[in-house]
């Protein structure tokens, strides 16, 4: 007899359960601490994982002819999940090549993929300023022929000659010192001092390819055991419940408050650090992501320094996740590092372990695909960071166009230069469109039956609430996948939208979301907004109990 | 009283020590298997790390004001050690500031960083053709202007301009797919199949920053506990041993027949998986690199069937580290991929099980600072294959310059194009050079009293032996280093001359040798020489017993 889904991957992780057995009774709680994204409880933030496995699983073979099987692999693999690139992108993947295949197959005739902070893939343009510096320092052989100042603007070849001359021997096909170009990180830490008015230190920056890398280099520093857990926001951005998964350690959550506007409230933060600490687990940092992912809020400055605080009294390795700094669309909020939080609360580097994450993939230029990114280290000991540098410079150095875009990102074109003008015009329409999408998305979600939507204040998200009959709950039911799954499955088979379930970020049980993009073109959002209305009244109309 | 180093070392592992107590017993023999880089025995290959260690944990302080310190971080982080860029590199750095502050300070006027194969660093071009590439299409605006046919090669630009619309929206700055984007995966599948005559399936390549991230999710997708293991040959490239580390592994050493050109024997293999086997351990996977490094061997077609054979027998995951693909200096000695010779020998996708790991980092092209790179991964059951998806999506994507780049090393300009008559030029050059560069080195290192090294037949490096009298091991022994390690941190004080101890890479125990690349510029060859043969007489007459 065939096993179920869920008793082949109770198996896969019996040794584990077995070697921690005396632990694993403290999780059966209703609510978390929970193992990264491997709880099986319909009651945690991640419940709907369990329908995940349902599908590699059900082919799996027990005389494969290969040596490797998903029965042989590393469990962490198996647990960690990712859904912003998960089931519904790969349904969404393959209806984009059966319309290809076969025209007018579907109610539509384009993929819109609102899954994923990826600007660039729906028609946002590069910054010219950024390109035009990235094409000469590839190719430096033509910066100083005649043609290339008719092709390329003069503080363009002016930045790139100084970028080609901070690189030992302009090598600019070398690999790097290990934590990136020092001169590039000298023009960062000048970038950041101008930020927030107060003093970075380059050999504090350690270049990786965007973001996620260094994430990685985190977890993989503070995780020791399954016994070592990292607080994150519910709902959060899946990269951290996947890290934490593949690096074996245990995801504390603690509840944005969604009537608050997703707001982030110490007593909810000491609850659940007090509740895991009671239980033997050893909370090891605290994640922030500011702007919010998926959630678009910006936190206010006097609730970071609490959040400073909490973290400092806690022992807590504070992780700012601050990518979005760039995306700040409401007149009444601004962005504040936590670095310049701390310092100008009077803490020091001896007084406080926090981590900064800044990526090129976002702001207004979106370079997704360059791969650039860099986390600022302050408050760990010289042994510490010597630790942290033997692991960059295993994997050698991050990609150095990706290390000049980060230098450029935080030191672009001045009052004077010959491209102020034009890239302030850029960077500003980008914002400003990006401020007039989330606001009429947010406004169509929000006339939706049954549909509540926060405001994104910043970041590139709305992570609207829908609540769900229960018919449509037992029909999700019945197609073995989670109630939001299942909506999210429907609209892109109606309208061609993709979305990604509020499942694969975590959400208060018993809830159901999603997270919707803002960054289709603005031409294209009336069409999607009545797609989205039209099969939303239809979904309504079908599920009414 | 202080604890020593390794007391403390030792302490930090006791609870997995004592977690896996029954098997620790089976460690304790003269020979490996043995952890990866964290055994203290001093008859394993990678001994003298129990002398790095001394280093970070001799500035720990217990009343640390950091809540994160060397003795909470994770484990695996502590074990893992990369001699590239380890002690030695370190002090080279320190010296390198310290000519630039006080000049004259140092018996040299510059650092020859001999430790890595980084040949732009050392003054090696770039190839024109894939400069212009990548400076198109990093800034695609100026693909039509008139000025740009002035600046660029005809074939630069439409290959450009093909990549361009290869990449979904001609969005070069978007996230691509999480395996690489489409139409370049085919580039590269068909410049694969034009190099071994078998077919190549682009949905077989997953693009990567480099090779290293590739090693790392092999490595992470095998490895479930310390009691699996990799076979990994003595002396192998450290990204192994760091990797197996990192992802709490076991490495099981087969070691290379120095006295036969560094021969990969088969009996040897049997001989260390069998006696891992015989103590319970799991070998997944077998490293082969070829060309190798830090060898230099090119294996013979007949030696990988031998080894093919071995590796389906086994049932072992076949990990063919072929980044060296294109640097073989000598005309007896050619290079077959091991799916070429897989196939040739009439083995499909279900008989054996590998990955191929490619770089656009070395080569003639040596573009290291650009992160580019593949595995071809073979023989894996589409659900492991879902679960390597999953793991690449979490990362998003890698930069799309190194994968443009990557395309353009499968895929070079052809007879005919524009390009093609210098591009070859270039090539040869680069390669002849590197041929003439590897022959005048092995040859002064034959000339030293006491050291003999065998040919670098491909690769970027030399290994020579260096037989050290019982004076010089116990002057190392008092300075609490290995003898190889103080024969190159003395090298360095000496001439500035960077290479790599031995010891970093594995080594019969009692032998000595280091790694010294064939990277220098060809005019500073004789001077190195001079150098280098003029330390060696004096450091042997030093320390003649």
């Excluded at 580097?349 to 280290?377: A, N, P």
């Amino acid at each position: 007899m065939r096993r179920t889904a869920a008793d082949r991957f109770r198996h896969l992780f019996n040794r584990s359960f077995l070697l921690h057995r005396h632990r694993h009774h403290h999780h059966n709680h209703n609510h978390p601490p929970f193992p990264a994204s491997s709880s099986l409880s319909s009651r945690s933030p991640f419940s709907p994982y369990r329908f995940f496995f349902s599908t590699p699983f059900s082919s799996m073979a027990s005389d494969s002819p290969f040596p490797v099987t998903a029965q042989n692999i590393n469990p962490k693999v198996l647990k960690c999940e990712y859904a912003v690139r998960g089931e519904v992108v790969t349904l969404a993947q393959n209806l984009q090549k059966d319309l290809l295949a076969n025209p007018g197959s579907h109610p539509f005739d384009e993929i819109l993929y609102c899954n994923i902070g990826n600007p660039q893939s729906l028609g946002q343009p590069p910054i010219t300023f950024f390109r035009e510096v990235l094409a000469l320092t590839d190719h430096p052989a033509i910066l100083d022929k005649s043609e290339t100042q008719g092709l390329f603007s003069a503080d363009a070849i002016e930045r790139a000659w100084k970028i080609v001359e901070q690189i030992p021997g302009r090598a600019t096909g070398a690999y790097s010192h290990s934590q990136g170009v020092k001169g590039l990180r000298d023009t960062i830490a000048a970038g950041i001092e101008e930020r927030d008015g107060f003093p970075a230190n380059p050999d504090d920056i350690f270049m990786t390819d965007g973001a996620s890398p260094a994430v990685h280099n985190m977890m993989q520093l503070l995780i020791r055991s399954e016994n070592d857990a990292i607080l994150c926001p519910i709902p959060q951005y899946p990269l951290y419940s996947a890290s934490i998964a593949l690096h074996g350690g245990f995801l504390v959550p603690y509840y944005l408050n969604e009537a608050s506007g997703w707001g982030l409230e110490i007593p909810e933060l000491k609850k659940q650090l007090d509740a895991a600490k009671s239980k033997g687990i050893n909370v090891r940092a605290l994640v922030v992501i500011n702007p919010g992912n998926p959630t678009g809020q910006v936190l206010s400055e006097e609730n970071q320094r609490h959040i400073v605080d909490f973290a400092k009294q806690e022992g807590l390795v504070l992780l700012a996740d601050e990518v979005y700094q760039e995306n700040v669309y409401v007149p009444e909020k601004k962005f504040h590092s936590f670095k310049k939080v701390a310092r100008s609360m009077g803490y020091g580097e001896k007084d406080i372990t926090l981590v900064s994450f800044q990526s090129v993939s976002k702001g207004y230029h979106g370079e997704c695909g360059k791969r650039g990114g860099y986390m600022e280290v302050t408050g760990f000991s010289a042994e510490v960071r010597e630790q942290i540098y033997k692991v960059a410079s295993v994997n050698l150095c991050s990609n150095i166009s990706g290390q000049i875009l980060a230098s450029l990102v935080m030191s672009p074109p001045k009052v004077g230069d010959e491209s102020y003008e034009s890239f302030m015009a850029e960077r500003g329409n980008i914002l400003a469109s990006l401020a007039r999408r989330a606001k009429t998305l947010e406004d169509a979600f929000n006339k939706l039956e049954g549909v509540t939507c926060n405001k994104a204040e910043g970041a590139m998200y709305l992570f609207p609430q829908i609540r769900l009959s229960q018919k449509a709950i037992k029909a999700a039911g019945e197609a073995k996948t989670a109630p939001d799954n299942f909506y999210c499955k429907r609209l892109l088979n109606a309208t061609g939208v993709v979305v990604v379930p509020g499942s694969g970020f975590g959400q208060v049980p018993g809830t159901w979301h999603f997270r919707c993009t803002i960054l289709p073109q603005e031409e294209k959002i009336p069409a999607i907004v009545s797609r989205l209305t039209e099969f939303h009244k239809k979904f309504m109309d079908e599920f009414r109990d």
